[in-house]
């Protein structure tokens, strides 16, 4: 990698770019680190978000705080300065963390997809269990590991001559061109462009098996699942959540595809591009660091998109953080209007996410089975719906 020797022999970048970066990389780690670690206490500490989905989401936290602590402070340092800071460790480690993090996230949402195509496409099937979930994710972390483990023998600290000074500089040394851009074209394949392309065949049948059949709840003799079964009614309630969950990880999978499509980008030009000396510069004393602040603010939005698409993930951050202030509960009056309320929306089917404490239903589903249980959020059938317990 060529090295561009500033004025001051220590930094890549101009004053007033440095100040920008700076500033970029400590909001959205400010942002990565607290509103993830939201979600993991939210998670778990609340019996009612622990569902399938829930276990996934908690997965997909976990990976963006390991960018947010082992990626982030580290990229931002060495993209300004020429000379590596923090030694050869942790060149290696920073490369690793960075593409278990991607890795995890991708798989991790794929694996969403599935379990949500299963449960709403051949809701005859049984979805995944808690314990296979956690096969699932232990699978998504191996998986991660077997791909992005070149990038920690590539990735380490190098004497550069240039002239007549010596840098240390953390980078990624391959034997040959030919083999780094196998890898950049398979890492581009297995993390970004496979899982995408399902992701969104998945969905595709979601949509089309939600958007474009009979409505929840109605009657038809006639439906047939794709075994030749009779389909069952879906209970509006039910389908209520399980639409907000699909547009939840939509909403997950559009912005990751954004957000991390720039670095992609970066990644296949300066390994197909024949790119010019000056360009290779400019693409990595400015291009990459904005790319990987992009990249970076996934991790950021992540937390963002869980409180604006799911009612019940708010109830439950304000009631986590309601105990650990010791607010004052609501009134008797206050609590016996909303589980009248309650009461009047199972019995008409328009239940939604309103929370409530112990209230004890008879609900009778569309199978015709009799469900006794406390109504926390929307009314759901057992495991088929993780936003919300019966």
């Given at each position: 990698?060529?090295?561009?020797?500033?004025?001051?022999?220590m930094y890549k970048q101009t004053q007033p770019a440095i100040a920008l970066f700076s500033v970029g990389y400590s909001v959205?780690?400010?942002?990565?680190?607290?509103?993830?670690?939201?979600?993991?206490?939210?998670?778990?500490?609340?019996?009612?978000?622990?569902?399938?989905?829930?276990?996934?989401?908690?997965?997909?936290?976990?990976?963006?705080?390991?960018?947010?602590?082992?990626?982030?402070?580290?990229?931002?340092?060495?993209?300004?300065?020429?000379?590596?800071?923090?030694?050869?460790?942790?060149?290696?480690?920073?490369?690793?963390?960075?593409?278990?993090?991607?890795?995890?996230?991708?798989?991790?949402?794929?694996?969403?997809?599935?379990?949500?195509?299963?449960?709403?496409?051949?809701?005859?099937?049984?979805?995944?269990?808690?314990?296979?979930?956690?096969?699932?994710?232990?699978?998504?972390?191996?998986?991660?590991?077997?791909?992005?483990?070149?990038?920690?023998?590539?990735?380490?600290?190098?004497?550069?001559?240039?002239?007549?000074?010596?840098?240390?500089?953390?980078?990624?040394?391959?034997?040959s061109s030919t083999s780094r851009q196998s890898y950049t074209a398979a890492l581009f394949s297995l993390c970004y462009i496979?899982?995408?392309?399902?992701?969104?065949?998945?969905?595709?049948?979601?949509?089309?098996?939600?958007?474009?059949?009979?409505?929840?709840?109605?009657?038809?003799?006639?439906?047939?699942?794709?075994?030749?079964?009779?389909?069952?009614?879906?209970?509006?309630?039910?389908?209520?959540?399980?639409?907000?969950?699909?547009?939840?990880?939509?909403?997950?999978?559009?912005?990751?595809?954004?957000?991390?499509?720039?670095?992609?980008?970066?990644?296949?030009?300066?390994?197909?591009?024949?790119?010019?000396?000056?360009?290779?510069?400019?693409?990595?004393?400015?291009?990459?660091?904005?790319?990987?602040?992009?990249?970076?603010?996934?991790?950021?939005?992540?937390?963002?998109?869980?409180?604006?698409?799911?009612?019940?993930?708010?109830?439950?951050?304000?009631?986590?953080?309601?105990?650990?202030?010791?607010?004052?509960?609501?009134?008797?009056?206050?609590?016996?209007?909303?589980?009248?309320?309650?009461?009047?929306?199972?019995?008409?089917?328009?239940?939604?996410?309103?929370?409530?404490?112990?209230?004890?239903?008879?609900?009778?589903?569309?199978?015709?089975n009799r469900l006794k249980g406390v109504v926390t959020t929307a009314v759901t059938l057992s495991n088929n719906v993780q936003?919300?317990?019966?």
């Amino acid at each position: 990698m060529e090295v561009n020797v500033s004025e001051s022999w220590m930094y890549k970048q101009t004053q007033p770019a440095i100040a920008l970066f700076s500033v970029g990389y400590s909001v959205v780690f400010a942002g990565t680190v607290i509103g993830n670690l939201i979600v993991v206490v939210v998670i778990a500490t609340n019996r009612h978000v622990r569902g399938v989905t829930d276990m996934f989401i908690f997965n997909l936290a976990l990976s963006d705080l390991l960018i947010a602590f082992l990626c982030i402070p580290f990229t931002l340092v060495n993209h300004i300065f020429i000379e590596n800071m923090f030694g050869d460790a942790m060149c290696r480690v920073k490369a690793l963390a960075q593409g278990l993090s991607v890795g995890a996230s991708v798989f991790t949402l794929t694996s969403i997809a599935a379990d949500r195509y299963v449960v709403i496409v051949h809701p005859q099937k049984q979805g995944l269990t808690k314990k296979k979930a956690l096969l699932v994710i232990l699978g998504v972390w191996i998986a991660s590991a077997a791909i992005m483990a070149p990038q920690a023998v590539v990735s380490y600290e190098k004497e550069v001559l240039y002239e007549n000074h010596t840098f240390h500089i953390c980078g990624e040394f391959w034997p040959s061109s030919t083999s780094r851009q196998s890898y950049t074209a398979a890492l581009f394949s297995l993390c970004y462009i496979i899982p995408l392309v399902a992701i969104s065949l998945l969905y595709s049948k979601i949509a089309t098996k939600v958007w474009f059949k009979p409505p929840p709840g109605a009657a038809d003799g006639n439906s047939r699942g794709t075994s030749g079964e009779k389909a069952a009614s879906v209970p509006v309630g039910v389908a209520a959540c399980r639409m907000r969950v699909v547009r939840m990880v939509i909403a997950l999978v559009v912005v990751f595809a954004t957000t991390w499509m720039p670095l992609y980008i970066c990644w296949l030009l300066e390994d197909f591009g024949n790119l010019s000396l000056r360009q290779q510069i400019n693409l990595h004393h400015y291009v990459y660091p904005t790319a990987h602040l992009v990249a970076y603010a996934n991790s950021f939005i992540n937390p963002l998109v869980y409180g604006f698409f799911t009612t019940n993930f708010r109830q439950h951050f304000n009631q986590t953080f309601r105990k650990a202030t010791g607010s004052r509960p609501m009134s008797l009056a206050t609590t016996m209007i909303r589980r009248h309320k309650a009461m009047d929306d199972v019995q008409t089917g328009t239940a939604h996410s309103t929370p409530m404490t112990s209230l004890k239903v008879n609900v009778v589903n569309g199978n015709g089975n009799r469900l006794k249980g406390v109504v926390t959020t929307a009314v759901t059938l057992s495991n088929n719906v993780q936003e919300t317990t019966l």
